[in-house]
């Protein structure tokens, strides 16, 4: 079993920038697919990017493309999203999750297996 946990969250300005962490435990996720998601109250959970096991393949939402970059440190556990120019519209909370299973990384949330339990991102305008 994986325990994954975010942390970077908090609150920002408008055209600010802000990194998350999701630090793995309990057994190594360097053969692991990652993605992170986003979810704000009454919405469903959005994909924001993705990330092969390798780092080799990254995936993002129109919606982050060229401010949001995914990475990931298989020697320190650790995933990234590192977030620039931030807008109101980012908002929400920030999940990181992890797929087990292999093929290529999912983009739907339900095809992974692992999730943390998310970290509040608020971007003031």
């Known amino acids: 079993q994986v325990q994954l946990v975010e942390s970077g969250g908090g609150l920002v300005q408008a055209g600010g920038s802000l990194r998350l962490s999701c630090a793995a435990s309990?057994?190594?996720?360097?053969?692991?697919?990652m993605g992170w998601f986003r979810q704000v109250p009454g919405k469903e959970r959005e994909l924001v990017a993705t990330?092969?096991?390798?780092?080799?393949?990254?995936y993002y939402a129109d919606s982050v493309k060229g401010r949001f970059t995914i990475s990931r440190d298989n020697a320190k556990n650790t995933v990234y999203l590192q977030m620039n120019s931030l807008k109101p519209e980012d908002t929400g909370v920030y999940s990181c999750?992890?797929?087990?299973?292999?093929?290529?990384?999912?983009?739907?949330?339900?095809?992974?297996?692992?999730w943390g339990q998310g970290t509040q991102v608020t971007v003031s305008s």
């Open positions: 999750a992890a797929d087990a299973w292999g093929g290529p990384p999912p983009r739907i949330a339900h095809e992974y297996d692992y």
């Open positions: 990330i092969s096991w390798s780092g080799g393949s990254t």
């Open positions: 309990r057994r190594t996720i360097s053969s692991y697919h």
